[in-house]
């Protein structure tokens, strides 16, 4: 699957209008951020979902229109603060922004792109928050748990202690990823 150039356009629009109303996105972030932003996939293999330019801010947009639906499901008692859920689905990819390089495309392996070897090893979710923090974006603790914890496997501490908005963030995260992928086919 590849986006539309029009489709780019318009998520970068949506995406940019939506963090800059709520207060998260400043111009120093958004320059930092920039055209590598816009450009990079979700993954780097067809096998995986949005394995394609622009595919992760269409996957971050994905990610939190499903978990505003799920959050709006749930009685008011329950819900989390709409800004704070919106604001982690939006930033919790982030240190995808540099981390995949394009590679000749071999359709047998569904392979298209490599990892950047520039960039210094560590968790997606580390990634993003030390781009969040370098740019002077504020997180309350529990953001700050949802968006470090997101990416964390075999953690029993992160898995049973989550907050609300981690699991609503990984609930968006994991049906985004089937409608990704269903669409893909």
Known sequence: MVLEQDKI????KKYFATATKLGFMNDEFM???GEDFIKA???TSTRYNNAFEGGLIDHLLN??????LI???LPVDEQVDKN???????LHQIGKAFLFSPITWKSNTGVKYDFNEDTISMRVSERSINYIFKHGITLTDEEYAAILNFDKVDDKMAEHHNTMLGDLLKMGS???IKHEKKIAK
Do not use: Q
Request: proline share 3%.
């Open 9 to 12: 356009v318009a998520n970068t």
């Open 31 to 33: 320059s930092f951020l």
């Open 41 to 43: 996939p979700a993954s």
């Open 63 to 68: 990610v939190t229109k499903y978990a505003v």
């Open 71 to 73: 959050n709006d499901s």
């Open 84 to 90: 704070s859920l919106v604001k982690v689905c939006l």
């Open 174 to 176: 994991i049906l985004a």
